[in-house]
């Protein structure tokens, strides 16, 4: 399985997004509530569930809270990865209303987003459950949203792939249409690996057994996609591969295909639509 060297779920790549995303919605200040509730009232409010699935982006809105005001006081009735169901209350805070209501949206935001995609893993992850095959995501994202969608898919069982374009060498079908074929491409990714001192994993994608077979004779790739290749071809494939790379199945892979694909004995499938088809969840957050 494919490590990482950029470890995304750290406290300071998560205040930076906070940041981000606050500058984006509050900008200059949130005059509505300035305009409206007097500097220094304090109430609570809770959050709740208007929906039913997978809980994910309880730790993302303690971040986010404490990011806008450290002074804010939570509870929590409910973490990540729990089932959620309609009227249920996932955490209560209290404090200032002015970082209350500031905090507001970005934690909705993130959570309904998040709990979308952690119940569309866990239910794809169902799907393949016995069959030895991992569920992978894509580079797929939302930009500028990228962390909370991978770290969804983390909390609903599935695997992250690369983070981005930094963290391994994932070589397309453009990757090797423009490098003149898979060998040009394995030997050039190779040399440059060498040449700036860099560890990373390759990955290869293939669109056929001969493409398969080359990528075999050149070596050197840590797995080997097999891109929409039919049930009948990506058997012949992992057969072929055997164990000398890991393999990895992708493209166009629905919920009526994906178990059929995971019995071709690959070791993961990518699914794009996890992260870019997921449908949010309801919930609320509501004065008490």
């Not at 981000?20 to 200040?29: N, P, T």
């Not at 971040?63 to 005001?69: G, H, K, L, M, R």
């Not at 699914?271 to 969840?281: D, F, I, M, N, R």
């Amino acid at each position: 399985m494919f490590v990482p060297v950029y470890e995304y779920l750290n406290p300071a790549h998560i205040s930076a997004f906070i940041q981000q995303a606050l500058q984006e919605d509050v900008g200059s200040g949130d005059h509505t509530s300035l305009s409206s509730i007097a500097a220094g009232t304090n109430n609570r409010a809770r959050l709740l569930v208007k929906d039913e699935g997978l809980l994910a982006g309880v730790e993302l809105a303690q971040y986010i809270f404490t990011e806008v005001d450290p002074s804010l006081k939570m509870e929590f009735m409910m973490k990540d990865g729990e089932p959620m169901h309609k009227g249920d209350i996932v955490l209560t805070v209290q404090g200032s209303v002015h970082s209350i209501l500031k905090a507001e949206r970005l934690v909705l935001n993130c959570m309904q987003r998040m709990s979308g995609i952690a119940t569309y893993t866990q239910k794809l992850n169902a799907l393949i459950e016995g069959t030895g095959a991992r569920l992978l995501d894509t580079r797929k994202t939302t930009p500028n949203f990228r962390l909370p969608e991978k770290w969804a898919v983390k909390i609903g069982g599935g695997v992250n792939h690369r983070y981005g374009l930094f963290d391994m060498i994932l070589l397309k079908d453009n990757h090797v249409d423009y490098a003149g074929g898979v060998s040009n491409a394995l030997k050039a990714a190779k040399n440059y690996l060498k040449t700036m001192g860099l560890s990373l994993d390759i990955e290869l994608e293939t669109r056929s057994l001969e493409e398969v077979k080359e990528a075999l004779l050149e070596g050197g790739i840590k797995r080997i996609m097999l891109d929409n290749m039919a049930p009948k071809m990506m058997k012949e494939a992992v057969k072929l591969i055997g164990n000398q790379t890991e393999t990895e199945a992708s493209g166009g892979i629905t919920e009526a295909t994906i178990r059929e694909v995971a019995f071709c004995g690959v070791n993961y499938i990518s699914v794009g639509a996890l992260t870019h088809s997921a449908k949010s969840l309801d919930l609320s957050l509501k004065a008490y």
